[in-house]
Structures are given as structure tokens and as C-alpha cells.
Antibody
Framework: EVQLLESGGGLVQPGGSLRLSCAAS????????VSWVRQAPGMGLEWVSA????????YYADSVKGRFTISRDNSKNTLYLQMNSLRAEDTAIYYC??????????????WGQGTLVTVSS | DIVMTQSPDSLAVSLGERATINCKSS????????????LAWYQQKPRQPPKLLIY???TRESGVPDRFSGSGSGTDFTLTISSLQAEDVAVYYC?????????FGPGTKVDIK
């Protein structure tokens, strides 16, 4: 059974940093692209970033480019999102999602339950 | 960036009746080399993560009831729930994965009339 378990969320001050993790199980992690999608309170879904299978190419939304870094450790079956220079508008539930193939250009067939990031003083 | 729009913002349908949601992309998401539309539909129920319903615009994900169907090509797409059930109350999102950033539509809320 595919499982994705996010962790690392919490309350952080504006300008601060946080690293999210997503522990994957139930599939061969290195063979698949994975992504981060966020949802601000009461709002819609916003795609944040993706990393292709085998730690290849990475992609970012303009709103986080230069501040967030996506990475993966295939030996630990874990996806990361390093978030720096956080802003109030980064407050959201952050979901980890598995893409259907190694290419980043695919739909997300499994999602974690999400981890809440709150940026506030 | 490709902008995704959805209509209506919300709709209320009687149990057993048809619900139709439209999604429009600002540029074509049809990749000519493989003739595939890079468009997915997701369902999100309250306090749950999104669930994949449809990919390649019209391919139903495994386990999704056949009352859900997707259609369209290029820039105009439709998600149809042929006979609305109580468990279908949710927000539905379309997403393009043709080019980064992989943008979502704003969502359509479906309720029971």
C-alpha cells in the first residue's frame, strides 16, 4: 500500500526557515517523480514544486522560486522541501504527492495527509 | 504560465441527477507528439487530501466509479458526474501538467440540492 507521511510543519516567524519531510513507502520511490502542493486556509490548491524520478530535474512555482528547495534521498525514501525566507502568504497545508511516473509531467495518484505551516509573528 | 479557469464556481444538483463542471486552459494542453491532453481532475472532500479521478483528460483512475467521466481536448474540458450520489459532495479541481508551473483551476464546489 502506497503511503506518504509528511512532517516538519509548525509555527515559524516571518523570514524564518523550515524543512518539510515526506516519508514514502509501498512503492519504489526512486522510480517516481514527487511533488509538493499547498493549500492556504479555505483556499484552493497551489502546485509548489516537483522533482523527477532518480533526483533529476526540479521545478518550482514562481511564488517560491529562490526561497524553496526540493530534494530527495532515494536511500531513505524521503522527499524534502527546504523553505527559507518564509512569508505570511506561505501559510498553508503542504501536501506531498506521488506522480504516476518518473517524468514530472504527470498527474498525482497518491497524496499524503498534509502538514500545516503557519508563518506568523 | 497556463491559467486554468473553472465554471461554475459552485452547483447544487439533486441526488441521481447529472452534474457538469467545465475547465478551460489559457493555452492548449494537447501534446501533438502523443495526442494526449495533459489534464487531470481531482476530488477533495472536507479535511481530506485531493483524490485523483481522471487523467489524460478522460482516463478514469482505478477504483473511481464509472459515473465520473472526463471529456474535451485542447483548451476546453468537462467533468461529468452522471448520477450524483451523496458521497460526491466535494470540491473538484482540474490541473494541467503540460507545462510548469502545473497550475490548478480555482475549484468547483458540488452540493446536494
Amino acid at each position: 500500500e502506497v503511503q506518504l507521511l509528511e512532517s516538519g510543519g509548525g509555527l515559524v516567524q516571518p523570514g524564518g526557515s523550515l524543512r518539510l519531510s515526506c516519508a514514502a513507502s509501498g512503492f519504489t520511490f526512486s522510480n517516481y517523480a514527487v511533488s509538493w502542493v499547498r493549500q492556504a486556509p479555505g483556499m484552493g490548491l497551489e502546485w509548489v514544486s516537483a522533482i523527477c524520478g532518480s533526483g533529476g530535474s526540479t521545478y518550482y512555482a514562481d511564488s517560491v522560486k529562490g526561497r524553496f528547495t526540493i530534494s530527495r534521498d532515494n536511500s531513505k525514501n524521503t522527499l524534502y522541501l527546504q523553505m527559507n525566507s518564509l512569508r505570511a502568504e506561505d501559510t498553508a497545508i503542504y501536501y506531498c504527492a506521488k506522480v504516476v511516473g518518473a517524468s514530472c509531467y504527470g498527474s498525482a495518484d497518491y497524496w499524503g495527509q498534509g502538514t500545516l505551516v503557519t508563518v506568523s509573528s | 504560465d497556463i491559467v486554468m479557469t473553472q465554471s461554475p464556481d459552485s452547483l447544487a444538483v439533486s441526488l441521481g441527477e447529472r452534474a457538469t463542471i467545465n475547465c478551460k486552459s489559457s493555452r492548449s494542453v494537447l501534446y501533438s507528439s502523443n495526442n494526449r491532453n495533459y489534464l487531470a481532475w481531482y476530488q477533495q472532500k472536507p479535511r481530506q487530501p485531493p483524490k485523483l479521478l481522471i487523467y489524460w483528460a478522460s482516463t478514469r483512475e482505478s477504483g473511481v466509479p464509472d459515473r465520473f467521466s472526463g471529456s474535451g481536448s485542447g483548451t476546453d474540458f468537462t467533468l461529468t458526474i452522471s448520477s450524483l450520489q451523496a458521497e460526491d459532495v466535494a470540491v473538484y479541481y482540474c490541473q494541467q501538467y503540460y507545462s510548469t508551473p502545473f497550475t490548478f483551476g480555482p475549484g468547483t464546489k458540488v452540493d446536494i440540492k
